[in-house]
């Protein structure tokens, strides 16, 4: 397996905290949502792509179930703290998917720590810059 095809999703991993990070700055419900969701799109998509073969072969697309399931989330809870949850979720689907041979591993494994960690997190201080 070539080395640039789950690299790319590692680098994706590696801006979550800078996402979380910006998504604490926001006080506006209809805001959160118009950001969050988008958000919540691509990690469940990259958690459905990563260590996928069909990836190469075929179209890989989350579900439409689970597309409305996290558009309605977003209308029940708008908030950074949802948005956490939702990416500790699809984090530790793509763990369980990381191949040890894999040459970006380790350095998905550390992008996933960081997630996991920032997931804990608590929300940024009002007024903070990101």
């Not at 926001?26 to 990690?43: G, H, S």
């Not at 949802?82 to 763990?95: E, L, V, Y």
């Not at 041979?101 to 997190?121: F, K, Q, S, V, Y």
């Amino acid at each position: 397996m070539a080395e640039w095809r789950w690299g790319q999703v590692t680098d994706a991993l590696e801006l979550v905290p800078s996402c979380i990070a910006y998504l604490d700055q926001l006080e506006d419900e209809a805001v959160m949502r118009f950001c969050l969701i988008p958000q919540l799109m691509a990690i469940a998509t990259q958690a459905a792509c990563f260590n996928n073969p069909h990836v190469f072969s075929g179209i890989v697309k989350i579900r439409p179930g689970l597309s409305a399931k996290l558009i309605l989330s977003t209308k029940q809870d708008p908030s950074a703290q949802n948005a956490r949850t939702w990416f500790a979720h699809f984090g530790a689907q793509i763990k369980a998917n990381v191949d040890p041979a894999d040459p970006n591993a380790e350095r998905t494994m550390r992008a996933l720590e960081a997630l996991e960690e920032c997931c804990r997190g608590e929300p940024a201080a009002p007024g903070s810059r990101v």
